[in-house]
């Protein structure tokens, strides 16, 4: 039984991945050379083919593939929202921020619940960390609406680039050996027991390191809300290689953290305007029905493929959002 799901499993994100890749080549090719929006919300395609509302129907298919490898590799969805939708749709990055921040704060909704009741979300382990992080967040939205778009857009590029550095080099353990609690998450009383059913035993696991993880989460949230990629992209490895959470317990506890930290940023690019219903709607509820699916394959999606298709994902589109951030590739 196992087997067979984790072969459903392996076809699915391969189709994905496929998928999104089309739907990339396809947006280029259809929207020619795009040029910036000044006095309207939405840049207009200068050689473009596709009537207006065909842009909501394409957002909802890709995010809905997002949604579902977000889950899986507990980046969030803002994290590859925004440079893939930033530099393939005839949208002004500003639009962009506020609706990836809204796109994974519908994620991490709609993927809570499970995640919670699965055990691998832990509340104790999230709620410290997420507290520091979202007020940081709020600093960094205002931040990031205060910069021009094009250093913004640059500074993306090579923020998501830095990601898949990180990403690739970083050696995540599923099961992290640490011998003693730290003082702090033993006063917070951080730990936990759940069932791994790829492993098929419980796991009685323990963090450290706790200081220092929160110092990072302040670094997370500022950039997270500057660029409005959520927080989930640096989540994993700070629970995961520096305090010692098991891998399927970091990107839980990441994906149900994002429901926190994101809503704060959030409110701000919605008191600035900076959220549009043509692009923030049929994104969450593409992201919304992905997560879904998303949660229900992680207990049996392995760790190894998930992060191939998520670093290749996010390589392209860190590229493409620094060459058009400088000028490139517009």
Known sequence: ??????????????????????????LVLATGDISTAVTTTVATPSTGTLPWWAWPLILFIVTFFLGIVAVLGGVGGGVLFVPIVGGFFPFHLDFVRGAGLLVA???A???????????????????PLALIASASAIVGAMMGLALPTNVVQTALG??????????????????PDVSKADPLSSALQ?????YDVGSGREVDWKVHRTLQGLFLFVIIGIMAGMFGLGAGWANVPVLNL???????????????????????AAWVYLNQGAVLAMIAVPSIVGIMLGSVV?????????ASVIRKVVITMLLLAGSRALLKGLGIWN
Not at 110 to 124: C, F, I, Q, V, W
């Open 190 to 194: 951080i730990n936990g027991i759940y």
């Open 109 to 127: 909704l709609a993927a809570g619940p499970g995640l919670l009741r699965s055990g691998m979300a832990n509340l104790r382990l999230a709620l």
């Open 158 to 175: 090579i923020t998501i680039l830095a990601i898949v550095a990180l990403m690739w080099m970083a050696k995540k353990s599923e099961f």
């Open 1 to 26: 039984m196992n087997t067979g799901y984790w072969k459903l499993g392996k076809w699915t994100l391969s189709t994905i991945f496929i998928l999104i890749l089309m739907s990339m080549a396809g």
């Open 242 to 264: 520096l305090m010692g959470a098991p891998l399927k317990v970091s990107v839980a506890t990441s994906k149900f953290m994002l429901s926190i930290v994101d809503t704060s």
């Open 105 to 107: 704060l519908a994620g």
């Open 294 to 302: 998303g949660v229900r394959l992680l207990k049996v999606a392995k």
